[in-house]
């Protein structure tokens, strides 16, 4: 039950050294730079990792694995295949599934779904309604990741648009409170003008119009207000404008934060011309908005006004994405590709590659509690991911692993891949295959109000 991952160039903790890592079962035992004279222990696999990159596994904070009830478009077995071969090692799931994940009852069964059929550890928000403030309040602190607020209009009924129900929610709620921040009234004075000219059959590139700015920044100011009023641990999720990064604070550590923020790949990679060519592919809410908004999302994750790289994966089947642009819903997949997607931006000399494990591993660790996880650190579970960073490679539907069988970057060509992946000390993933049985862990949580 001894692995070394020998050689390999390890960032960590804002560094990039060569060196090795001893796993025994389901930790890391050890950490030996090349200056240390160590004796390989017997009966231990060495696995070669010359010229590899050895990051911790990454968290990603915000995916819809659609289970239960929509299972057409994904399920936890197959998102989670595709996650572990995109070098993710532990999620956190959100509730707008058929049950809605609004009660401890629902939660539990989401948990229980996982345990069987997970390949990564995982976590579920519990999510928020105008009248569901007694299940927040007794929710398990120490295994729900947070609860998830939408005040905007993804999810329907789900949208919680009464200010006496947001204020119970920030002043009484016992995990992290993450909110979707879209305001409900301007998307429907905009979209009302759309639909006056176009009908049904809107424009996407009107998305960002309808889903504007102003929607934005309204509802993430609300929330901010909120925050700061009732000393809530508040994580604001997919931003998207550059308007919204003054609302954030990069003088702190971000263990002291009560306030943090949260920026999606798509935002990063894509901007309001890619419309044109993608269409409905890269419909997401909120929207995908202007190259300037792009450069300013990236200039905050380096000067850390934004914590967290996380991906929305949200996917649909492509006859829904066909759709006329009123019918077709928002959101696409993205967990296979978050990682080598981030890295490309780093041979573009966008993002440091050290920053990028900041935000996608150590950060979400951090900002939510994790225990033992997104770091590479004696004692810590063991959750690894070993990059080729000269591995060119081509997205085609051949190689995609969504149960949608789509992607947005569908032809695109990445100079890095994830070669392997461990989860608690087991390889999960190895240059394309997929350790079937391998089933990943609940999450558990430090919590301080």
């Not at 050689?7 to 389901?26: H, P």
């Not at 995916?63 to 532990?90: W, Y």
């Not at 702190?252 to 943090?260: A, C, D, G, S, V």
């Not at 993002?351 to 994790?370: D, L, Q, S, T, Y």
């Amino acid at each position: 039950m001894k692995k070394l991952i020998h050689k390999a160039d390890i960032i960590n903790e804002g560094r990039k050294y060569k060196g090795s890592v001893l796993i025994e079962n389901d930790r890391i035992k050890a950490i030996y730079t090349l200056d240390d004279n160590f004796i390989i222990p017997v009966a231990t696999d060495i696995i070669e990792a010359e010229g590899r990159l050895l990051l911790p596994g990454i968290i990603d904070d915000q995916v819809h694995f659609r289970e239960p009830g929509l299972t057409h478009k994904a399920d936890i077995n197959s998102e989670t295949r595709a996650a572990v071969a995109g070098g993710i090692t532990s999620y956190m799931e959100m509730p707008n599934t058929v049950p809605q994940t609004i009660n401890r009852e629902a939660l539990k069964d989401k948990q229980e779904r996982a345990a069987e059929t997970s390949l990564c550890n995982y976590s579920f928000y519990l999510g928020a309604t105008n009248d569901n403030i007694d299940e927040i309040m007794n929710t398990d602190p120490y295994t729900t990741c947070g609860v998830k607020v939408f005040m905007g209009s993804s999810t329907g009924n789900m949208l919680v648009d009464n200010i006496e129900s947001l204020r119970s929610i920030f002043a009484e709620s016992p995990v992290p409170v993450a909110c979707h921040c879209e305001d409900e009234q301007v998307i429907r004075r905009n979209l009302k003008v759309y639909t006056d000219k176009y009908g049904d059959d809107i424009p996407v590139s009107f998305h960002p119009a309808i889903r504007s700015r102003e929607a934005c920044i309204k509802s993430s100011s609300m929330a901010v207000k909120l925050a700061e009023e009732f000393n809530t641990r508040l994580h604001i999720l997919h931003l998207s404008t550059a308007a919204e990064m003054n609302l954030f604070d990069n003088s702190i550590p971000l263990e002291k934060k009560r306030i943090t923020a949260e920026v999606c790949v798509h935002h990063l990679w894509f901007d309001d011309t890619d419309y044109n060519e993608k269409g409905n592919y890269i419909k997401w809410n909120p929207a995908i908005k202007t190259a300037f908004d792009r450069s300013a999302l990236i200039e905050s994750i380096n000067n850390d006004k934004i914590d967290i790289i996380a991906t929305d994966h949200a996917p649909h089947t492509q006859e829904e994405k066909q759709q006329l642009y009123t019918a077709s819903p928002s959101g696409g997949p993205l967990v296979q590709h978050s990682l080598v997607a981030m890295l490309e931006l780093a041979k573009q000399g966008k993002i440091r590659i050290e920053k990028i494990v900041e935000k996608m591993c150590h950060n979400p660790a951090i900002a939510f509690g994790i225990n033992e996880r997104g770091f590479i650190r004696e004692g810590y579970k063991a959750d690894l991911c070993l990059v080729n960073p000269d591995r060119e490679w081509k997205v085609t539907k051949g190689n995609i692993l969504y149960k949608c069988k789509w992607s947005p970057f569908e032809g695109q060509v990445f100079s890095s891949s994830v070669e392997k992946t461990f989860i608690n000390g087991q390889l999960a993933y190895d240059r394309g295959r997929i350790t079937e049985t391998l089933r990943g862990e609940l999450l558990t949580f430090k919590r301080q109000r």
